[in-house]
C-alpha cells in the first residue's frame, strides 16, 4: 500500500495482481480511494514556488494564504509544515475551521510529516506613539468563526522587560466563537497565553487543553459578560 497525495486529494493507491483465465500474464490494476478531499496545506519553505495553490505539491508559503483559502465551503482543513524559518504573521479567522499543526493526525488514518510544531510569532503593529505587538492570532466570531479548532502550533508573542520595546498583550485570542478548541499547542511569551471573551453568548463552549503555557503572567484568561457557556481547562 502506497500513500499518494494529490491535488488537494489525500489519497490511498492500492495494487492489485491477477490472471486472467485465457493469459498466463499478469494484470495490474489500481484502485483509488479518497480519504480527506478538504485540506489546503501551508509551508514556509515554498517560497517563490509560481504554481502555489494550497495542494500538498503546491502549498501556500504564508498562514494567511491558507486561512483565506480555506473559507471556501470546498475547504474547512488546513494543514501547516513546520518548515525552516517562523511564520511571522498576524493571523484573522473569521470563519469556521480546523487548523492542523504538522505531526497532528489528519484524518482517521494517522498523521504526516515531521512531528514539529509549526512556529508562528506576531509582528510590531504601531499604534499612535507607542507600538505593540497584535495577536499573533485572532479568532473572532462576530466575524463568523463559530465553529474552530487548532492543535498542533506553537504560537510565539513578544515579552518584553523594558519599558519602550513593544510586548504581546495576548498572544492567541478567541473572541465569542460559540464552539472553540485549542489543544496540543505551546504559547509563550506574552502578559496573557490565551484569552477567551464572550459577550452576549449563551451556549458556548470553549475547550482548552493539552497545551504548554510559558513566560507568560497570565496562561489562559476569560472574560464573560452577559453569556453563558462552559469553559474547560
Known amino acids: 500500500v502506497e500513500n499518494v497525495i494529490r491535488d488537494p486529494h ?29 485540506v489546503i496545506f501551508v509551508n514556509i519553505d515554498n517560497a517563490n514556488d509560481p504554481l502555489e495553490n494550497g495542494t500538498n505539491e503546491h502549498p501556500f508559503d504564508r498562514m494567511a494564504e491558507g486561512i483565506d483559502a480555506t473559507a471556501s465551503p470546498l475547504y474547512d482543513t488546513m494543514y501547516v509544515y513546520a518548515g525552516s524559518q517562523v511564520y511571522r504573521e498576524n493571523l484573522f479567522v473569521g470563519h469556521d475551521v480546523t487548523m492542523i499543526g504538522e505531526g497532528m ?13 509549526p512556529r508562528v510569532q506576531g509582528v510590531t503593529i504601531p499604534n499612535g506613539p507607542m507600538p505593540f505587538v497584535g495577536p499573533t492570532l485572532f479568532v473572532d466570531g462576530n466575524a463568523g468563526a463559530r465553529n474552530v479548532s487548532i492543535m498542533g502550533f506553537d504560537f510565539m508573542g513578544h515579552s518584553s522587560i523594558c519599558a519602550d520595546e513593544p510586548s504581546s498583550l495576548m498572544v492567541v485570542h478567541a473572541n465569542n466563537v460559540k464552539n472553540f478548541e485549542f489543544a496540543y499547542n505551546t504559547v509563550h511569551d506574552g502578559i496573557i497565553g490565551l484569552a477567551a471573551t464572550y459577550d452576549q453568548m449563551a451556549g458556548f463552549t470553549a475547550d482548552i487543553h493539552d497545551n504548554t503555557f510559558t513566560r507568560a503572567g497570565l496562561g489562559v484568561g476569560a472574560m464573560v459578560d452577559d453569556a453563558s457557556g462552559v469553559l474547560y481547562v
Not at 493526525?105 to 514539529?116: M, Y
Open 105 to 117: 493526525p489528519l484524518g482517521t488514518d494517522g498523521g504526516f510529516g515531521g512531528g514539529q510544531a
Open 10 to 38: 489525500i489519497q490511498i493507491r492500492q495494487q492489485m495482481n491477477q490472471t486472467t483465465t485465457f493469459s498466463e500474464d499478469t494484470i495490474a490494476s489500481i484502485s483509488f480511494q479518497t480519504l480527506l478531499d478538504d
